[in-house]
């Protein structure tokens, strides 16, 4: 039976789910959302699994506390395994249990609430940035973050309110140490650095076959990111004239070659070929660059993002 003084959350992951290890499958993390603590706990799979006949269409499990709750008549569906013997599972949803609160709890469910769409957001971002499950807007694919607690009547309250966000086509699956770092990132209100927002940007207009905005964003990024790697290492060589550098050497084409005048080393010509060139076409002559291109210049972007940003949170 829920108990009826915690407030708990349910994460609704959408009609494709988050692609997860077998390892992080019963595990349990830290979370913090609207100065209420809690953990996050995922599904996980039979304790026979995969002995049965047709292991593959077995569900997943709901975390021990939930094992009981339905919606109407039908019980939740948690997710289920999509590789076996390995046991690497598609995860539909999550449960989310807080701490029992000092007051009212309905003043704590209106708490976490109020806080829940910025969590919600991070979360979702941050599993983008470190798997490359990538977002893109979709009126198929609705997720929700649903936050509640158990009335005496066994009854939830308030009644659930969806929240819209994207669908994603799988690059890695989730592990323990991504979702360790996520949901401290997302309790400390620590949202992506810029030059991973203006990605994460890049790759939704890639998914919605915006192939321009794709070139436009993945190159933001990448002059964002190479701005800040040059200010970090002419800061550790003592160098007092940066900004006067960083003037003479404006656009991206300029970030480039300032770069390569300092020693960095990252794809520059690549760089050049694929998001400076592509980018002046798309800007200043109107073209509109096909698939094939938008994703290299996409793909070039990440991968020089992941070698010189300093990190994912903001600090």
Partial sequence: MPQTEHPYGLVHLGEFGIQCDREVLGRSFPIEVGGHRGKLELPSLPVDWPTATDPLHQPLLAPPQASDWRKGSEALFWGRPDVSPAGHSSVDLILMTFD???????TAVNEISADSGRWHKDFEDYISILTGQRCGASALDRRRFDIFYWSRDKR??????PSEAPTHITERRLNIEDLERICTWCSERKPPRLEWRLLLDARRAFCSGDFRK????ASVAIEVTLTLAIERE????????????????????????????????AHFDEIEKFLVNSRN???????????????????LAEKVTHLLSSGYPEN
């Fill in 100 to 106: 029992r609160p000092n007051g009212s709890i309905e």
């Fill in 156 to 161: 939830a309250h308030p009644d659930p309110i």
């Fill in 214 to 217: 794709t070139i436009i964003e």
């Fill in 234 to 265: 002419l800061d550790s060589n003592g160098t007092t004239f940066a900004d006067g550098l960083l003037e003479n050497f404006r656009t991206l084409s300029g970030r480039v070659k300032l770069a390569k005048l300092i020693g960095l080393s």
């Fill in 281 to 299: 076409r798309v800007a200043h002559r109107g073209s509109y660059p096909d698939r094939a291109s938008s994703k290299k210049a996409l793909d």
